[in-house]
């Protein structure tokens, strides 16, 4: 008995030395490159510059840049404010805060964890932030806590926010302009004289309220909103607005810098120097303006006049939302820099702008056909391997797609506001099947090939015999109803969750068990993942974990690979990629994987075939008398016992129900084995 003692501690120690070692291989990849400035703010000290990649932040007026992210979940930032010693910064996944100048972020209260967060302002010590799907949100106490504050406002995409010092002003795409007289307690529609509905951006100036909209110009109104006129001068595509010592200015997507010195009156271009004419943000510092552009660039000029100049040229890495390959294509969506394609095992991306959103929450390959789910334009198709895209809605009441999976040669799609949506034609027309769904917030579907999963994010799993037509919930097990990813197979659910790890079914979501030996059970998990005999999982501390035995027990393969959370996995040409937050992505070769798990998962005892209908052989490596096989349920429930007197036994389990059960002999081998 000491003897084995010491050949497993031989077998721990060697396995930790070889883990550490050969799980250095991890490789990071060129890109997809971020970009997309769109926030741009100045504390009196530092220049913050929001990026699909994180916040740049220099503290000598734009001369030098850095990355500040730690602390940051998400680095899909979005917008800035400030209030007493805090700037704040959205993202797609919450509010953030830092009081030393970006050295470290921390979320700014729990009410807005996981939540698409586009814009924030501030008015009266009130901080205000407008969401996608969850309307108008409010702190009072310096954003430690937030309540929502959407009485009157029906708006699903509330994009941006201003105010004047007494009214609060709400943009909407799809529904126009909205505000607040009483510091958000109640809303009203304000639209009169606005031609369309999609509103780009606000700005109060010179007892003005100006307003620019995706495709119709901009306008103004002198009376709080309540009457709009077009803009005498047409000034197209503004995405922002700023104002420096009385001078007002625009920004346009394609068209550079607009400036005005009579309160919008008469406009004038200024773009010397600027070789960058698609900007998506502005801000300024007590004397210099700074723009940035789609390509994650930041420019800078002097108020005095003269050329603008490069502030900032950096190159960074986007936040991989989806990976996935269709063809000789490795397909990556990214959250706030596009869509990208790498032909050549991701040593070089290129971005496909026909699917022309910033934010790609899904994708799922078929044959030459390939889907994107977005968060506001709903799901754009391919039928060549993604290298082109165009729309693909009809039907779709929803434009917020996070979810997709096949079964039985149907698309279904998770929405993150309407539900679940299935297809019978390849995604050219879309049907709503939510009978018996009790959330329409879906965040992850699977399928077994029967079966239909669906995960939300408030009310956990339910289940769908029918092809979608009916849901039940399936919940017993599960002590927490936010589910962050499901993956099943012909005889396994895994459910993550978003703070309580990995949960696992034998029984089609009948009942659940933890199945976190060797992931934490507080694990936020972000991406379940299957290739042949390895599963993988990740979470949002950036942690890899690969099992051989169906999950039964786990190893971390993460090492040198850096950037949280990890979102995202798939196989390609013999890699195993990843998505990471701010960190493109990075891959490792299977082989490495493979020859780890495999030392990891050795037994004393052999079991075949597997999965079996009716007889179970047992070879023991070792074979002491008087010693027993024992058979386990999934749960814990002894099945069966059986003395055994040789090295090879064969045990009937014919009249065992079918499902996953394990072999267990003496104190250490643990097998797990499929009964079909």
Known sequence: MKGHRIQKLIFVLFFAFLASNVFGQWQQLNGPEGGYIRGIISDGSN???????????????????????????????????????????????????TSNAGQTWEPSGL???????????????????????????CSSDTGNTWSAINNGFPAKYAYYLATDGSNIFAGTYQDGMYRSTDMGNSWVSINNGLTELDIMAIFCFGGKVFTSTLSSGVFVSSDEGNTWYPLGTNIPSVKGFAELNGMLYAVTMGYGVYQSPDYGQTWSTINSGLSEMDLWAIGTSDSVLFVGTDEGHVYKRNFSGGNWTISSGLSFN?????????????????????????TNNGNNWVRIGSVWTVETRAVISSGQNVFAGTDMLGVFKSTNNGGSFSMSNTGLSSSWIQAFTICNGKLFAGSGEEGVFVSSNAGNSWNQINSGLGSLNVTSLTSDGINIYAGTSDEGVFISNDLGLNWTAINNGLNTNDISYLYSDSTLIFAGTSNNGLFISDNQGTSWNQASNGISNQSDIRCIYHYDTLLFATTGNGEVFSSLNYGDTWIEITNDLTGAPIYSLTVFNDYLYAGINAGGVWKMPLSMITGIVDKSNESNINIYPNPTKNILTIETREFYNDSYIMIYSLSGQKIRTQQIHDKKTTIDISAIKPGVYFVKYGSQSLTRFIKE
């Not at 009410?111 to 108008?136: D, M, P, Q, S």
């Not at 986007?318 to 790498?342: D, I, P, R, W, Y």
């Open 47 to 97: 220049i913050y510059a929001a990026s699909g990649g994180g916040v740049l932040v220099s503290d000598n007026d734009g001369s030098s840049w850095e990355f500040r992210n730690e602390g940051l979940k998400s680095c899909d930032t979005k917008s800035f404010t400030k209030l007493g010693n805090y700037v704040f910064v959205s993202t797609d996944e919450n509010v953030f805060r």
């Open 111 to 137: 009410e807005l964890n996981g939540i698409y967060t586009k814009n924030l302002t501030e008015c009266n010590n009130v901080l205000f932030a407008a969401t996608y799907l969850r309307g108008i949100y």
């Open 318 to 342: 986007s936040c991989v939302g989806a990976v996935g390959s269709s063809g000789s294509n490795l397909l990556a969506g990214t959250h706030g820099s596009g869509f990208f394609t790498s």
